[in-house]
C-alpha cells in the first residue's frame, strides 16, 4: 500500500492509532476479568487450604491413636484429605493460569500502548512516498506472539504443570501408605516412576517446540527432518515430507523463518483443518528456497485466510519482507495448499524470527 497524499497518511495513521487504542480497551477488559477470576480463586484455595490443615490434624491423631479409630474411619478420613488436596492442587493449577494470562495481558496492553505513543512521536509522513506496512506488522507480530505464548501457556499448564502437581500428590499418597501398606506404597512409586518418565519425554518435546537447539548444529533439512519423525510419532497424521535442491546452510535468521512457518503450516493443518494426511516439500536452489504445504482438511474460505488466521498473515508479512511470493490455494471443504518463495540470501535482514 503506497500513499502519496499527506492528508491520507495522516488519516490512516489515526485509524490505525484507533484499532490500536480499541485492542487496548478490549484486552484490559480481559485483564479486569481474569483479575476478577485470580481473587475467586484465591477464596477458594485459602478455604481449601483450611480443610487441608484441619484433615491433616485429623490424620495425625489417627496415626497417633490407631486403636481408638476403625478401618472404615480411617478409609473415610483418608479419602476426605485426598480428595481436599486434590481440589486444592487443581485450584492453585487454575489460579497460576490465571496469574500467567494476566501477565500476558499486561504485556500486550504495554506494548500497543508504545506502538501508539511512537505513532504520535513519529508520525507516518516522512518522505515522497510512503509504504504503510511497518507499524501494521509490528502489531501483527505482536498479536501472533501473544496467541503463540497463550498456546504455550495453556499447553504447560495442562501438561508439565500438572503433571508435577500429580507427582506432588502421588509422593505424598506413597508416603503414606508406607505405615498401612507396604505393597500398595511400592505400586504407588511405579506409577510415579512411569509418569515422571513419560513427562520427561514431553518436556523434552516441549522444549524441542520452542526452540530446537539443532538447527543452530546441523542446519534447516536435518531439522526439519527430525521435526517431522517426532510428529509421526505424536500425531495420527499421515505426514510426508520431502526435501530437494542442494542440503546446505543457510543465514540463520531464514532457517528460523522457514522452520517456523513449516511448523505452523502443519500444526494449523493438524489443529484447524482436521487433515488427514499432510504434504510437505521444500527446495533449497542456489538462489531461492521453495516451501509448500499441502492437507486434505476441511479447508476455508480465502477471502478471511489472513484476516482470520494471523499466523498465516505473519508469514506472508515476513515473506513479503523479504521480497519473496506467499501463494493460497484452499475452497471449504476441498483442502489447503500454501506455498511461498523466498531468496536464498536477503543481505542479513531479520524478520522477527
Known amino acids: 500500500m503506497v500513499l502519496n497524499n499527506t492528508a491520507e497518511i495522516g488519516k490512516t495513521t489515526e485509524q490505525l492509532k484507533e484499532s490500536l487504542d480499541l485492542k487496548v480497551q478490549q484486552a484490559q477488559q480481559k485483564l479486569d476479568g481474569v483479575t476478577k477470576k485470580i481473587k475467586q480463586s484465591q477464596i477458594e484455595v485459602d478455604k481449601l487450604a483450611q480443610r487441608q490443615v484441619a484433615n491433616s490434624a485429623t490424620l495425625k491423631n489417627i496415626k497417633d491413636n490407631t486403636d481408638e479409630f476403625s478401618s472404615v474411619d480411617v478409609r473415610n478420613a483418608y479419602e476426605e ?18 496469574k500467567t494470562e494476566q501477565v500476558h495481558l499486561q504485556d500486550f496492553i504495554m506494548q ?9 512521536r513519529t508520525p507516518l509522513l516522512e518522505g515522497g512516498e510512503i509504504e504503510l506496512n511497518a507499524a501494521e506488522l509490528i502489531e501483527s507480530v505482536i498479536q501472533a506472539q501473544e496467541a503463540e505464548r497463550h498456546r504455550l501457556s495453556s499447553k504447560m499448564h495442562d501438561g ?86 542442494t542440503e546446505r546452510r543457510l543465514d540463520g535468521y531464514l532457517e528460523v523463518m522457514v522452520f ?16 488427514n494426511s499432510i504434504r510437505a516439500h521444500i527446495d533449497t536452489g542456489e538462489d531461492k528456497v521453495v516451501v509448500d504445504v499441502e492437507d486434505d482438511g476441511k479447508g476455508f474460505n480465502i477471502d478471511h485466510a489472513l484476516d482470520g488466521s494471523m499466523g498465516i498473515k505473519v508469514i506472508k ?5 523479504l521480497k519473496g511470493e506467499f501463494n493460497v490455494d484452499t475452497a471449504i471443504g476441498q483442502g489447503t495448499r500454501i506455498g511461498f518463495t523466498i531468496p536464498a540470501s536477503s543481505e542479513g535482514q531479520d524478520v522477527f524470527a
Not at 81 to 98: E, I, N, S, T
Not at 112 to 120: A, E, T
Open 317 to 321: 508479512d515476513r515473506v513479503e519482507i
Open 260 to 275: 517456523r512457518a513449516i511448523q505452523e503450516l502443519v500444526s494449523n493443518a493438524v489443529r484447524h483443518s482436521k487433515a
Open 112 to 120: 500497543m500502548q508504545d506502538i501508539g505513543g511512537f505513532l504520535i
Open 81 to 98: 484429605a485426598l480428595d481436599a488436596q486434590q481440589r486444592l492442587f487443581v485450584m492453585r493449577g487454575q489460579m497460576d493460569k490465571f
Open 160 to 245: 508439565p504443570a500438572q503433571a508435577l502437581s500429580n507427582f506432588i500428590l502421588q509422593a505424598e499418597i506413597a508416603q503414606r501408605l508406607f505405615d498401612i501398606d507396604l505393597d500398595q506404597a511400592r505400586e504407588e512409586l511405579d506409577v510415579l516412576k512411569a509418569n515422571a518418565n513419560a513427562t520427561f519425554t514431553k518436556v523434552r518435546d516441549f522444549i524441542f517446540e520452542l526452540r530446537p537447539m539443532m538447527l543452530d548444529d546441523l542446519g534447516l533439512i536435518p531439522t526439519l527432518r527430525h521435526y517431522f519423525e517426532a510428529f509421526k510419532e505424536q500425531n495420527e497424521t499421515e505426514i510426508n515430507f520431502t526435501a530437494s535442491g
